[in-house]
């Protein structure tokens, strides 16, 4: 056990690194301010990059949970015309 921790750490410290990296890429790509005023009527207020933070969770959120759940994406590989 004490031997394995150090690894541990960096293949956390790996995660959590492509995580931030990430997380900049999507708040700087997908904020509110690169889209423009939709009239179809698009609300931007649920998007969940607008900030470091918030993009930081959605990574997160996506990278440890079951994405064909977060998806809606069934075990067979369609969506919801299967």
Partial sequence: MVRTFPKMVDVAGV???ALAVYAVLGA?????D???ENPYGYQS????Y???G???????????T???????VKANGCASRC
Avoid: C, K, R, W
């Fill in 54 to 64: 918030h993009a930081a969770l959605a990574m997160y959120i996506f990278t440890t």
């Fill in 50 to 52: 607008n900030n470091v």
């Fill in 45 to 48: 207020n649920n998007d969940n």
């Fill in 66 to 72: 079951e994405v064909s759940g977060v998806l809606g």
């Fill in 28 to 32: 700087q790509l997908f904020n509110n």
């Fill in 15 to 17: 995660f959590f690194t």
């Fill in 34 to 36: 690169h889209i423009p």
